[in-house]
Each structure stands twice: as C-alpha cells, then as structure tokens.
C-alpha cells in the first residue's frame, strides 16, 4: 500500500459490506470461504509465537518481567501499521512474503523505543537496565509494572480513536501522517491520565516518581481493560453492529463512543465491588483474547451457514466459553510458579495480551496471514 494513498471513509473492520470497495469485498469473501481451515492453519503460527512470548526467556517470569512491558508498549505502533498504514512500511520495502516480517520488526523496534519513552515519563530518566533486566539493580527505574497504566491507557485510547471513532477527523489526511498523529493522540490521552487520573507510590528503590490521583494503577489497569473487552466485543467480534446502522456520522460516533465508555465503566464498576483489580484485568484480558482468535483467526467461519442474528449471539457465546477456558487453564498454571513478587494473576493478563492475542494481531492484521492465504490482501 502506497504511503500517500487515500485511506477509506471507515475502518474496513466496521463498514457495512455492501459499502466496502468490491475487491476488499471479494476478497473477504474469498477468507470466508476458506474457513475454518485459514484459521486452523494460522494457529500454527499463532500458537507457537505466543508460547515463545509467554516463556522464551528462561520461563514465565522472567518473560513476564521483561517481554510483558516491551510487547504492551509495541501496540500502538501494531495498530498504526495494521488499521493506518495497512502493511507499509513493509510492502514498500520488500515483497509480499517479506513485508509481514519488516513490519513485525518495525513494530517491536518501536516498542522498544516507547518502552524507554514510557520509562522516561515515569522515572525522569532512561536506563536499559530497568527494560531488559528482570532483576535489576536500585535506581534502573523497571518497567513491570510501574509503566504499564501507561501502555495500557495509550492502547485503549488508540482503538476508542481508531475503531470507536471511526479515525475521524485523522482519516481525511494521507496514511503516514494519518497514523502518526493517531498515535500521538493515543499517547497524549495517556500522558494526561498517567499524571492526572493515576495514583502511584512505587518502592523508593526504583527510582521511580510518585504520582497523586483519584485512581490505583491496578484500578486503573482493571477500567481501561474492561474497555477494552467491550471494543472488542462490538468492533472486532460484532464488527461495529449496530452503530453502523446509523448514516449520521456525528450521531453515529456519539452514541458509539458513549456506549463503549459508559458500557466499559459500569461494567468495571458492578464486578469491582466484588472482585479484585488484578482478577478483573485477567478476566477482560482473557476475554480479549478470545474474541481475537474467534473474530479474527477464525473471521465468520459459520457465518455462511446461519443468519446473522444467530451469528452474532454464537459468536458472543463462543468468545465467553474459549475466554473461561484460558482464564481457568492459565491461572491453574500460574499457580504452580512460584513468581516471587509477581501475582499469578499477571500472568494470565500477560499470557492472554502480550502473548496470545499479540501473536493473533501480527498474523491477520499485519501478517495478512501469510504463508497460508498468499492472494488475500
């Protein structure tokens, strides 16, 4: 894709498929027609790319420590090249079979450079030691999990921008700066909340800043993930249904925007009166997950063989059945590790985000599932 090339009024993700330009179409519907086996044949890049993500180095926590904060903070960037850019810089660089592999390590370049910005933010300094370390010495100002809130805020705030809000007023300009100041925008909304909203008193041998505000970061973690599920639930699994039923943009956005807020907060709300931050945040993360396998590796797999109101109701419940299963086998695995200081529960929102889902992203949104559908786009 051409970097000066016009990007579409909506995110293909939510456009009605009668307003969809007919070769996205067709081509769609040459992906439906080949599953559920594009979707199996995914899962053996997927599954193995994750298990690497979740253990690769020297087991879970350390992974946990390290991996964790360096994937969260890649994605941004993966949401930039997969629903801005769509597939450059690679596909300008190299061909097909290349450009899916430039653009994975372009992402994890830039995640690894917003990892030391969110290190910055939090501790007023940058010290490589704090990022590849996981047990580094007092004062290298670590990552995990001081930086987070503002990894997780920045990604929440770039798909409310970019799937919620449809990228609008950003998608009047060209790709490259497009995508670049949906990022900024994703970045400047968590800035604000990282110093405003967030309330952090890290060990002073961190060397990290105290932050004063009406929110934990653990609870902070729990809301803007529960958000999260709830993007996921109506603008990957229900593509966008039914607020793209509505032709008026303004009320469109309106109502969609209010919707996923106040539907993300209220939800947070009722379960956190019972339940704790860190549980929420592994539950939603499980969800998430599950609705990425379900609605993207396996996009309308049964679609074409019942209505669409069936098809929306048994996706809900298939994502909901697989998101127990991960909730349930992840954390009856973490609970086998001794993780020191880590909750067990990190483990499973790292195995479900950083991991799983991650690895689901870069196969079909940045990927285009190559090796295994070569003439999709």
């Known amino acids: 894709m051409s970097a000066t090339a016009a990007l579409p009024e909506r995110p293909v993700i939510s456009t009605p498929s009668q307003d969809l330009h007919p070769a996205v179409r067709a081509a769609q519907q040459r992906s439906v027609a080949r599953q559920p086996w594009l979707g199996l044949a995914g899962l ?120 919620v809000n449809e990228g609008w007023p950003l998608r009047k300009l060209r790709r490259v700066p497009g995508g670049l100041l949906a990022g900024l925008v994703a970045w400047g909304a968590a800035v604000l909340i990282y110093y405003f909203v967030v309330d952090v008193h890290p060990p002073a041998s961190t060397g990290l800043h105290t932050e004063t505000g009406p929110m934990s970061g653990a609870a902070l973690g729990a809301l803007t993930v529960t958000v999260g599920a709830w993007q996921t639930w109506l603008y990957v699994t229900w593509r966008g249904w039914p607020f793209n039923l509505i032709k008026r943009r303004w009320l469109r956005l309106l109502v969609a925007n209010a919707t996923v807020a106040v539907g993300g907060w209220a939800t947070y709300t009722l379960i956190h009166l019972a339940v704790s931050p860190g549980k929420i945040i592994a539950g939603a993360a499980a969800f998430i997950a599950a609705g990425l396998v379900v609605s993207m590796l396996f996009e309308n797999a049964v679609r074409p063989h019942i209505t669409a109101v069936m098809d929306k109701w048994l996706s809900v419940l298939t994502v909901s059945a697989l998101a127990v299963v991960l909730y349930v086998v992840l954390t009856a695995y973490a609970r086998t590790v001794e993780f020191g200081r880590v909750e067990p529960s990190e483990f499973v929102v790292h195995g479900c985000l950083n991991a799983l889902a991650f690895s689901v992203i870069t196969h079909v949104a940045v990927g285009r599932r190559w090796p295994f559908a070569r003439d999709l786009p």
């Open 44 to 163: 053996l890049l997927v599954v193995p790319v994750a298990v690497a993500l979740a253990f690769a180095l020297d087991g879970p926590v350390r992974s946990l420590l390290v991996i964790g904060p360096l994937v969260t903070f890649s994605l941004v960037p993966t949401a930039v090249v997969a629903f801005w850019w769509e597939d450059w810089p690679g596909t300008a660089l190299a061909p097909r079979w290349l450009a899916g592999w430039l653009n994975t390590l372009f992402i994890l370049a830039a995640g690894v450079g917003l990892t030391f910005l969110g290190q910055f933010i939090a501790g007023g300094g940058v010290d490589p030691r704090g990022v590849f370390d996981p047990n580094p010495p007092p004062g290298s100002l670590p990552t995990f999990p001081g930086t987070l809130p503002i990894a997780g805020a920045a990604f929440t705030a770039m798909l409310q921008f970019t799937l």
